[in-house]
């Protein structure tokens, strides 16, 4: 820096010192430019408050957003292109009621409802994710960019205006000591700066318009969103009526108790013929086979990163979410994490 900027910050730093603490006046700015300032300032708070509330709306579990954040950070920083979504609830729930309606049968009318219920809520869950990605292009991209560029903007010319203010005034009330052109300089600084950032405070305050709209997308997008929810939910509601109705005309059947000692009368028949089988599966005989996806580890694996599930190789994991095309998600001793597709060898995979 020069002398002459050094000079400078140093009335500057000398004013602001005699206001703070000496009590002085300092040159006092119109009630309308003021009520301008008011507003921006209100203005800037709002929109980095309505960012961050906005996230939460549509992202409202706070540990699946820290471990999101952190998913996509370590996938830029290995180069992956493709990103992690926000893990919706009306999805995980629908995976639920899919599995075990599955496990359940066509022959179950709570199995066959499950499922009904289970698509419905992936359905809800598609219809979530394009309210996050219509509310992030509509609403969120043009607050961000509102306060990356127009409130950054007038923040600066503000904060240029107040340190030529002090300068002004440092200059002013030494009249006589400072040579003329010095504060004719210094007032015409002022004015430019006090110009400027008027200038751009008003544009924007007047231009609110745009606010308004973004505002209105949001309420757009809402609506779309509960509308289609409540399309899938009538559809869904129709199908378990059907379910209810086809249940209740369903002939009842008797429940007929077997004899454990016919039982036992047809395996001595069959042991002192010509063929014997046992209904019971041998115990200790090989490894247990797991009714649940999981997958069994192919390699040690050392976790780097918070939120990664470390293992040994031949470990049985508990699969509970693929992330994306490189990790999975998992769950080993009472434990979940993250861990590479390429360190195991699913064993039964995920619905």
């Known amino acids: 820096m020069s002398v002459a900027g050094l000079k400078k910050q140093f ?3 000398s004013q602001l010192f005699s206001e703070k603490i000496s009590g002085a006046e300092g040159t006092k700015l119109d009630e309308d430019f003021l009520e301008m300032e008011r507003k921006i300032e209100v203005t800037n708070k709002s929109v980095f408050e309505l960012l961050s509330r906005t996230t939460e709306y549509l992202q409202p579990n706070p540990a699946s957003r820290a471990r999101l954040n952190m998913l996509n950070t370590v996938s830029k920083i290995r180069g992956q292109v493709k990103t992690t979504g926000y893990p919706q609830t009306e999805g995980l729930l629908g995976d639920c009621m899919l599995r075990y309606g599955h496990e359940l049968g066509d022959q179950s009318v709570f199995g066959c409802a499950l499922a009904d219920m289970g698509e419905a809520m992936r359905q809800m869950a598609d219809v979530k994710d394009s309210l996050d990605i219509n509310v992030k292009q509509n609403f969120i991209d043009p607050l961000q960019n509102l306060q990356d560029k127009d409130l950054r903007e007038i923040t600066h010319h503000l904060k240029k205006l107040e340190g030529r203010r002090l300068d002004f005034d440092y200059k002013k009330k030494r009249q006589g000591k400072i040579a003329d052109e010095e504060i004719r300089q210094a007032v015409e600084k002022f004015e430019e700066s006090r110009e400027l950032a008027e200038r751009s405070m ?17 309420v757009e997008a809402a609506r779309a969103y509960h509308r ?18 086809m249940a209740s ?22 042991h002192n013929g010509l063929s014997y089988r046992s209904s019971v599966k041998p115990s200790g005989t090989g490894p247990e086979v797991l009714d649940q996806p999981c997958c069994r580890s192919l390699y040690d694996f050392e976790p780097e990163n918070e939120g990664e599930l470390g293992f040994k190789e031949g470990a049985i994991i508990i ?11 998992g769950m080993i001793h009472g434990e979940s994490g993250f ?5 195991v060898d699913v064993l039964v995979p995920l619905p």
């Open 228 to 245: 289609q929810s409540s399309d899938i939910l009538e559809e869904l509601r129709g199908q378990l009526q059907k379910r209810i109705s």
């Open 11 to 13: 009335h500057k730093a």
């Open 319 to 329: 699969l509970t979410n693929r992330i994306d095309d490189n990790w999975y998600e």
């Open 249 to 270: 005309r369903r002939p009842k059947r008797d429940f007929k108790p077997k004899s454990i000692r016919s039982s036992l009368d047809t395996v001595d028949r069959q």
């Open 202 to 218: 008003f544009n924007f305050l007047e231009n609110d318009v745009e606010q308004v709209s973004q505002l209105a997308a949001l």
């Open 339 to 343: 861990f590479p597709v390429s360190y």
